[in-house]
Nanobody, 115 residues
Framework: QVQLVESGGGLVQPGGSLRLSCAAS????????MGWYRQAPGKERELVAV???????NYADSVKGRFTISRDNAKNTVFLQMNSLKPEDTAVYYCVHRQGGGVYWGQGTQVTVSS
């Protein structure tokens, strides 16, 4: 089992920045991927960004150039630096960890972009 603990959400004005963190604990395999999804009210959960154990990132088109995903393998932690935030980025952000055919989700952290 893998447990994920997220932090860093909150309220920010348009154009502002936030940094999300997600720490994984438990039985962590040496090969895994981590990332972030988000779900806005009335919408389906969607991919934001994922990063492989080797550090290769993939981003949704809607966040390219504004968000940066990174990870610290020694601490089993993934980060999402979000810049130039827009109201449409408002959502609950979920951390995801994939390994050995299993998928694990965090509890979610609210990000609200509003003036």
């Amino acid at each position: 089992q893998v447990q994920l603990v997220e932090s860093g959400g909150g309220l920010v004005q348009p154009g502002g920045s936030l940094r999300l963190s997600c720490a994984a604990s438990g039985r962590i395999f040496s090969i895994n991927s981590m990332g972030w999804y988000r779900q806005a009210p009335g919408k389906e959960r969607e991919l934001v960004a994922v990063i492989s154990f080797g550090g290769n990132p993939n981003y949704a088109d809607s966040v390219k150039g504004r968000f940066t995903i990174s990870r610290d393998n020694a601490k089993n932690t993934v980060f999402l630096q979000m810049n130039s935030l827009k109201p449409e980025d408002t959502a609950v952000y979920y951390c995801v960890h994939r390994q050995g055919g299993g998928v694990y989700w965090g509890q979610g952290t609210q990000v609200t972009v509003s003036s």
